[in-house]
DNA sequence: AATGAATGAGTATTCATTCAT
DNA sequence: TATGAATGAATACTCATTCAT
């Protein structure tokens, strides 16, 4: 039975709420009694579903990252070439809806937590690593398939991971000032030109 | 210009010690008496310099923010055509050294910060829009003297300036991880690539 | 007698839990949840069987001091001379193992909770006094016997009882520092020559 | 110059407020805002002078002690024969007036707050190291002196010093029942009888 | 009988800010 | 100017107690 017991449905609200408060207001704001609010619940709670402020955040990175990394790699599912891949790659990091404004809300202000939270810098940093991974293998692939010349493939996978990252970080700052549309399609060609063969 | 006065000499002063500790420890430990303490005065002081704590970040956000431009532009001076100023533009936010980790670091406080203190929202859009529009204006040469092809300089400019700050922000995060002169080098090509004027 | 209802048993169980705890974590960190904890059940069960903590405190300062008279009379009984129960009365003081320790650190607590909670000051005084009469009551004996010299029998069951009580609490304090076997004989024979008829 | 900054002045004044919480109502009632209500000025003033509660009570262990040591010494300074020495410190530890009470309530609450807090227990056992030092050199003159008879100093210190500490406590837990005067005597009595040469 | 979810009062500590000297 | 004493709001965390299941 996938039944969840009240206390995963408390920790996952919990969470959720916590994150919300984050994208909403900042992590400064994200006080135990705002997150208990937030999450319809007595702050006493909170403790008693987590040790402490820090195992929420944690509990809440974690959370994230895993649901980031699994999506990623839901929607590379569907594409086969290594092409169409960084084409789905590039497209998912540039579909800026409200969704990915709190996400990436949420997300610049673990960069931040992650200066005092070790825990925190540890999960972003093997975040970054794993998406760098499934970036670099797709291009190797693609070297190998004959679609992309012989590039460095962890190098380029930095540069294109770096692309994506600063689109997203802009936008957030400047959502108005920021032609999210046109700036991901040529993203997506300024990528696809730098990977693709050239002529002799 | 006349001397500075005592006054404008304390300011920077607390100015100084208020970027130092962000960058250092983060926004959330730079609290008044540690700024103070920082700048070798009293915290009674700071508060006779500033009005509060919002002041004395209005006033630090601007102070970097105009440093900032004012770098960037006297660096670009010394460039003469729009392909040698791109190129020094990547190379100027690629060059990693210590300082500009503890830059960056700041600026990546500054970021969060800019979710509840509405004047950082607001200097960190004009600093974007401002450097923005230097890169446009390049491009913009660039394409009018026949360097460039023709692309819409503003999105252009964007993507640029995206994929620097992005590669700047994983390589705070990551230091050891991002092999940032490597990386610095592959986003020089992939723009100069993306600029270039192709066969017809 | 019949047999111990089930909640008798559970009763008896909390306050040895209560007591173990009070021993060797002292009282403030004798929480409703540790009790229980160590006791085997649940927090909740605590409330079922003691309307609220300080019930729990009453019966086990009433369990203790009713123990600890009980051991006291059961040793005295196997002795009948006055001279001799004195010297057990010492002896049984002084014997100061690993039980005696957790035992005499918990008293020592007591002491300090009497401060602030009325029933267990009210014990503890009921049981001093009890201990008093019963030394006094031996010192009476000796002295109607021909046994000891004529001396206030109230008073000198006081100054040995503070001999005694002050012993143990010097050798708590600081174990490894007093000289426990030699103070116990030095203690007996102190008492033994002060009650002792002396040569006209 | 013997002026106080105000800082001493405050610092006194807070140890000498947590004293008063203590003896008056126990250690788990002084909380840093009664203490404060105490000491007559705003709970954030503690955290001024002190850096936490333990400091507080570092600080507050060190002045009884030492005060405590001090007005010892000081007594004992006008007596001159090993005799008149161990006279007064008996009559000392038993002049029980309302000072001592006091005195001895917060006392009591060291030795319980000794399992809990390292600080107060090394303070305690340094301060009845001492004393018990002063207890055997006087006796160790008295035997060189030809007053007493060759007893064991330090087992005889100790035995003294339990005397005197066991009956403080028993007047600490029920001032009415303690005949006080008269067990005082009694314990100088019997401590000098134990000392005084016998007849070979 | 037994569990643990839920509440709210209480505690130490931090910190921006004010103000007398 | 300059110092640091003083204030009070805010924050994470603890814990006895209640209550629904």
Chains 1, 2, 3, 4 share one sequence.
């Not at 008693?48 to 599912?77: P, Q």
């Not at 569907?78 to 579909?95: K, M, P, Q, T």
């Not at 202000?109 to 975040?127: D, G, I, P």
């Amino acid at each position: 039975m996938g039944r969840k017991s009240i206390a995963e449905i408390r920790k996952e609200e919990i969470i959720e709420a916590f994150f919300k408060v984050v994208s909403e207001k900042g992590f400064s704001k994200a006080t135990i009694r705002e997150i208990a609010h937030v999450a319809g619940c007595n702050h006493g709670m909170l403790h008693h579903y987590f040790a402490n402020k820090e195992a929420i955040i944690e509990a809440a990175v974690d959370y994230v990252m895993t649901a980031y990394r699994a999506e990623l790699l839901e929607g590379l599912s569907h594409h086969e070439s290594a092409a169409d891949r960084i084409r789905f790659l590039v497209s998912w990091f540039c579909d800026l809806d409200r969704f990915n404004l709190e996400f990436s809300r949420a997300w610049m202000e673990f960069w931040v937590l992650s200066k005092t939270e070790t825990s925190v810098a540890v999960a972003l940093q093997e975040c970054y690593r794993d998406i760098r991974n499934i970036f670099a293998e797709i291009i190797r692939d693609g070297i190998n398939g004959g679609e992309f010349r012989k590039v460095d493939a962890t190098v380029t996978a930095n540069v294109i991971l770096a692309s994506l990252e600063g689109s997203t970080m802009l936008w957030v700052v400047d959502p108005e000032e920021t032609p999210v549309e046109a700036t991901g399609k040529q993203t997506e060609e300024m990528i696809a030109d730098f990977l693709a063969k050239r002529e002799a």
